[in-house]
């Protein structure tokens, strides 16, 4: 088993001389850098499987020119790019901000959690993604989790994870917890290898941040109501180290955000008004 690097990395696992590549990236040149690592260990690709369906993970996979494995919640979003933009976003963006568009990709075969892909188990870790997969490879003793969880620099930076249903992200974490205690090697896509100590500091660092967001948002709005963008950037410049954190950032976390009011209200926490012709959300007198 081979890590190519970069952000997000790129698992590659042998089978005799042929490999499967798993989440194959994006940016110039990617594609070509993963076939010459594979044509230097004289490899050639059996079949590209991806954790889920964002840009990011899945640009350069039609390029390697072999046959793409999906969940099949994330199929539709991979082979549709204003399906995909609208799913993280909710709507398409102006290509100045949207800088990670990828091309249409075909699915050639869906895949359900629990599964084995040559020799990889398939594990739900959804949250990020509601087909968010993490691959286990028992053999190995490691674990490639995607996106179910994040090194430290990049949540220092951003905030808080993308996360759709954060209390799915949660328990993903969760369920990954065991792993990391027995001493299984666990692999985010966006961070360092880690295991043992390490990897549970990892995990609880990035579910640290979704706690303390349900925390702060409460708090921001017993002092006044705020409007979702608002309420983005406050809980964004607190968990961040940016006192000015980019428009892309500030919509993403806005997701996560929607994820946590929801809770909130459903609690009967937090509640929506309409201030001066704006959505806003306030405290309860619970809350």
Not at 13 to 29: H, I, M, N
Not at 194 to 200: C, I, L
Request: glycine residues 8%; aromatic residues 6%; hydrophobic residues 40%.
């Amino acid at each position: 088993m081979f890590l190519f690097p970069g952000s997000p990395s790129t698992l590659i696992k042998p089978l005799g001389s042929r490999a499967v590549v798993v989440d194959p990236g994006y940016g110039e040149g990617r594609c070509h850098a993963i076939k010459k690592a594979l044509d230097d260990m004289g490899l050639r690709v059996e079949a590209v499987i991806l954790t889920h369906g964002h840009p990011d993970h899945i640009a350069e996979a039609g390029c390697l020119e072999a046959p793409i494995y999906a969940h099949r919640y994330e199929a539709s979003i991979i082979e549709n790019s204003l399906l995909r933009e609208t799913v993280v976003y909710g709507a398409r963006l102006p290509s100045s901000i949207y800088h990670l568009q990828a091309r249409d990709l075909e699915v050639s075969e869906t895949y359900r959690w629990g599964e084995k892909l040559y020799g990889l188990e398939t594990i739900a870790l959804p949250g990020h993604s509601p087909g968010h997969t993490g691959l286990l490879d028992r053999e190995a003793r490691t674990i490639y989790a995607g996106d179910a969880f994040f090194g430290d620099r990049l949540m220092d930076r951003v905030g808080l994870p993308f996360a759709p249903s954060h209390l799915e992200f949660l328990e993903s974490i969760e369920k990954l917890r065991p792993y990391a205690e027995e001493g299984y090697r666990l692999v985010p896509s966006h961070g360092p290898i880690v295991d043992g100590r390490r990897a549970v500091r990892l995990l609880d660092h990035t579910a640290g941040k979704v706690r303390e967001a349900e925390r702060l948002v409460p708090e921001l709005l017993a002092s006044e109501p705020l409007s979702l963008p608002r309420l983005s950037f406050e809980v964004t410049r607190r968990l961040s180290n940016s006192d000015s954190p980019d428009p892309e950032l500030l919509m993403l976390n806005e997701v996560t955000l929607k994820s946590v009011l929801a809770r909130l209200v459903n609690e009967g926490i937090v509640e929506p008004v309409v201030v001066g012709g704006e959505l806003r959300w306030r405290a309860t007198a619970r809350g």
